[in-house]
């Protein structure tokens, strides 16, 4: 078997985020070529600026358009061949108002950002691995969507849906040799996070690394009988 056989092709979408890095840092680790994804093609080379350029791709463009995403994974399988597994880390945070005293705007902006950006990237993606008969696809979901927290309503709905959506494309996709599940963190070691939450003990939360790490076993054979699981990550 040659290399190109062997070697895997990984697409992630928000790269250039915390996770995104290291989930791109580990696969590169494994030998993987890798097709970067995210809003701002500036930003990815920002956060890459060694990356090889012969062997990985840097693309931007907005995961909640079908038309940008259908376009990128055309160029992705052109150069690749194949996507063996799909990453979907892009995604939205964002406290919120009171359930009752939602707005429009940010409950379309959670469930566009969370739940439909799968939708657009899977639309794209998981055709060709239904016609191999083989891949992985990964969302990152959150510990939270199990239950409702005050002021997080549109979030953890968009998180609880995307939940949903990944049951039910593994369901699916399970028949056609593709395994579909997530990474269900709570509280990831980010700079955004450690920000965000100044007073807290980032030793409580969970490492990038360790996401990372959690993410490539998802992708591997290893996880092959995994099936619309969402694997919760916690300290």
Known sequence: MSDAQTTPHVLITGAAGALGRAVAEHFIDQGARLALVDHHAGRLA??????????????????????????LAEQALK???????LVHIAGGFEMGEATHALTRA?????????AWSFVAVTQAVLPSMIERRAGSVIAVTAKVAARGVP?????????????????????EAAQHGVNVNSVAPSVLDT??????????????????SVAAQTIGFLASPAAAALHGQHLTLDT
Do not use: C
């Not at 920002?46 to 376009?71: C, I, K, Q, R, Y």
């Not at 940010?106 to 969370?114: E, F, K, V």
């Open 46 to 71: 920002e956060v890459f600026p060694g990356l090889d350029n012969s062997n990985h791709l840097l693309l931007a463009g907005d995961v909640t358009s079908t038309s940008e995403m259908a376009a």
């Open 79 to 85: 150069s690749f061949g194949r996507i063996d597994a």
């Open 106 to 114: 940010s409950w379309d902006r959670m469930m566009n950002l969370n």
């Open 151 to 171: 002021a997080m309503a549109a979030y953890i709905a968009s998180k609880s849906a995307l939940q949903r959506l990944v049951e039910a494309m593994a369901a």
């Open 191 to 208: 700079p955004a996070n450690r920000q965000a939450m100044p007073d807290a003990n980032p030793a409580d939360w969970v490492s990038t």
